[in-house]
């Protein structure tokens, strides 16, 4: 695993996890959407980066 | 007992506290166990983090407060205090004959498998049309499909007050079949009636 892959995997997890806390303290449905449409996504990129630096160091 | 709201936000900021000792020390992940902290720092915890924090907005989504939260649903929220009992929704309402903080979703969803999910999705629908369609005016809101009696029959099949009714035992198969609706047009007609609610009387005892 590169640094470099690691600390942008953590950045987008981070902020991902920032966004889908901030929208569970609001009970509406644009809180949803905001979790849904920003905050799943930063975290699933996270995670792809990761994914991806594991499977690239391993080759 | 400890509370799921506990749970989760222990998860989410083990979650954070995790992506922040890798954000600032990438280098941990050269070791094997830097590599373990990085499985679970930056996949799954995160994956337990999204996937609770969903379910809390499922739960949520059921509240009567979270329905009446969109400003084209105030008028529905307000026919729930109607004075009158021939108002179907508010009668239930007003009589916990529905729980008061989840009447919309204990009417609205549906009794079948994946119910909840198909009512989610028409929830969905609804933000949709909020925030990339055109939204009707609150009166012109009509149910996406006929409201099926399964809904109502969830609770009344089998109710005292449902089997000893003449007019329900009569109609039984029918009800039961879908084939006449319960809200035909002389049994219970009036539900919201939102058009109408500036000739009626609130009970002042609402929530």
Not at chain 1, 20 to 46: K, M, Q
Not at chain 2, 79 to 93: C, E, I
Not at chain 2, 174 to 187: E, F, I, K, M, R
Request: net charge positive; glycine share 6%; hydrophobic share 45%.
């Amino acid at each position: 695993m590169t640094e470099r892959r690691v600390r942008i995997a953590a950045a987008l997890v981070l902020a991902g996890l920032i966004v889908e806390l901030t929208a569970l303290r609001w009970a509406h449905p644009t809180a949803f959407l905001v979790f849904a449409l920003a905050g799943v996504p930063f975290v699933a990129a996270g995670i792809l980066v990761l994914l991806y630096s594991v499977v690239s160091t391993t080759k | 007992m400890i509370a799921g709201g506990t749970i989760s936000a222990v998860v989410f900021l083990l979650s954070i506290v995790l992506v922040i000792v890798l954000l600032a020390r990438p280098a941990l992940t050269h070791t094997r166990e830097g590599k373990v902290l990085a499985f679970f720092g930056l996949f799954l915890f995160p994956i337990l983090s999204s996937g609770i924090g969903f379910s809390v907005h499922v739960e949520h989504s059921k509240h009567t407060a979270f329905c009446l939260s969109c400003h084209i649903m105030e008028p529905y929220g307000k026919s729930l205090s109607v004075d009158d009992p021939h108002y179907l929704a508010a009668t239930h309402f007003q009589n916990h004959r529905v729980p008061a903080d989840e009447a919309c979703y204990t009417c609205h969803t549906d009794y079948a498998l994946y119910g909840d999910l198909r009512a989610k999705w028409s929830g969905l629908n609804h933000v949709w049309v909020q925030y990339l369609g055109k939204p009707p005016a609150p009166e012109a809101i009509r149910l996406f499909t006929a409201y099926n009696n399964r809904e109502c029959l969830h609770c009344h099949l089998g109710a005292r007050s449902f089997e000893e009714s003449p007019i329900h035992s009569a109609m039984r198969n029918d009800l039961v079949s879908n084939q006449t609706s319960c809200l035909t047009a002389g049994c219970h007609d009036t539900v919201h009636n939102v058009a109408d609610l500036g000739k009626v009387k609130f009970w002042k005892g609402a929530p």
